[in-house]
């Protein structure tokens, strides 16, 4: 079947301009995760959402940042007034939540350029 | 403050080397440790993974050695292959709070030579 899609996969953008990025996670996967990678560095933990329980925004740097995911599954990764330290990529992954240890499906990322 | 410390953050190593990647965690809430693999331009997505019931656990020339006391657990892969070359991560989480949250390591980046 079909994995985890986003888009777009490139992104460049003008400092101080909003951007709006899209998760399509696996059909029936409950769970969905926002991470950031920026270059050379590990994956850093943005938000995640489980079914219809209150997500868990830990990870989101500043207010500029937040997501929402409608019906239980497309997400929207927003980006209000970016900045260059913006610049990364931004991947969504997705996961079953059966009781036991649940593999996170990732997409491809969008690659984010804030100029 | 990291959660998961990784090492080295690349790595080269010859057709045919073992290449060996090492985690550190602190949190002994930890109790699912899996590594994936990212190749560039892709996601990351999922290599092996063990939890610390067992100290080693083997699929094909990939082997997760796990240090309960020693709060460590490394990636052995066996025979490396220019085909390997790629970024690993480890990472770490915690079944009993949210077992969906996995803490990354920073990554290494493998350059497997032919």
């Known amino acids: 079947g079909a994995g985890v899609s986003q888009s777009p996969s490139n992104k460049v953008t003008e400092k101080g301009k909003d951007v709006e990025l899209r998760c399509d996670p696996i059909?029936?996967?409950?769970?969905l995760y926002w991470y950031r990678q920026s270059l050379g560095q590990g994956l850093e933990f943005l938000i995640y959402f489980q079914g219809n329980s209150a997500p868990d925004k830990s990870g989101l740097p500043s207010d500029r940042f937040s997501a929402e995911r409608t019906g239980g599954s497309v997400s929207t990764l927003t980006i209000q007034r970016t900045q260059q330290e913006d610049s990364a990529v931004y991947l969504c992954?997705?996961?079953?939540?059966?009781?036991?240890?649940?593999?996170?499906?990732f997409g491809p990322g969008t690659r984010l350029t804030v100029l | 403050q990291q959660q998961v410390k990784q090492s080295p953050q690349s790595l080269i190593v010859q057709k045919g080397g073992i290449s060996i990647i090492n985690c550190a965690y602190e949190?002994?809430?930890?109790?699912?440790f899996p590594w994936y693999q990212q190749f560039p331009g892709k996601g990351p997505a999922l290599l092996i993974a063990i939890r610390p019931d067992v100290s080693e656990k083997k699929e094909g020339r990939f082997t997760i050695s796990f240090n309960k006391s020693a709060k460590q657990f490394s990636l052995h892969i066996m025979d490396s292959q220019p085909g390997d070359s790629a970024t690993y991560f480890c990472a770490a989480s915690m079944r009993r709070t949210n077992f969906n949250k996995f803490y990354f390591g920073s990554g290494t980046k493998l350059n497997v030579k032919p």
């Open positions: 992954a997705s996961s079953l939540q059966t009781g036991k240890y649940n593999e996170q499906f």
């Open positions: 059909s029936g996967h409950t769970a």
């Open positions: 949190n002994t809430a930890f109790d699912y």
